[in-house]
């Protein structure tokens, strides 16, 4: 199943929750913030928290990634199967992807006026620059279904 750009940019612009079930299928939904499109059907997402999430990766690799876009007032799932890779090329896009999404946290903090919003993002920036991936998680789109119902697409 192919993304269209829009779908894309929609990834890299908001907060994503990637589902996940264990073999038995208990659900797991975790809120990802480190996501990237590398192709028209493929997702990474960095692993640097993964605990529930990458047992569940390891034992069934089917997934589901569900997103909501204000700015567009548009909503999507996306349903794939997911690979984990510790080292090598996608591994090490890993850093560019946190890296990019800090100095986008970073413009968007300085824009913030609430001091208490500003510190408490700045804290949690400042820890994000600490961690380190452990690994990244490749997703194969095979699915995409809007959560807009039909009639109420923009036209």
Request: charge should be positive; proline fraction near 5%.
């Amino acid at each position: 199943m192919k993304m269209s750009e829009e779908i894309k940019q929609m990834l890299e612009e908001n907060i994503v929750y990637l589902a996940t079930s264990t073999p038995e299928g208990k659900p797991n939904v975790v809120p990802i913030g480190l996501t990237h499109a590398i192709s028209d059907n493929e997702v990474l997402i960095v692993d640097v928290l993964f605990k529930k999430t990458r047992k569940n990766l390891e034992q069934n690799p089917q997934v589901a990634i569900s997103f909501n876009d204000i700015k567009r007032l548009e909503s999507y799932q996306l349903k794939g199967n997911a690979e984990i890779f510790k080292d090598g090329e996608l591994y090490e896009k890993a850093f560019d992807i946190m890296r990019e999404k800090a100095e986008k946290r970073t413009h968007t903090l300085e824009k913030i006026d609430d001091p208490k919003i500003s510190e408490r993002a700045r804290r949690i920036t400042e820890l994000h620059k600490r961690l380190r991936p452990k690994a990244v998680v490749l997703i194969t789109i095979e699915e995409i279904y809007s959560h807009i119902p039909r009639g109420a697409e923009r036209k």
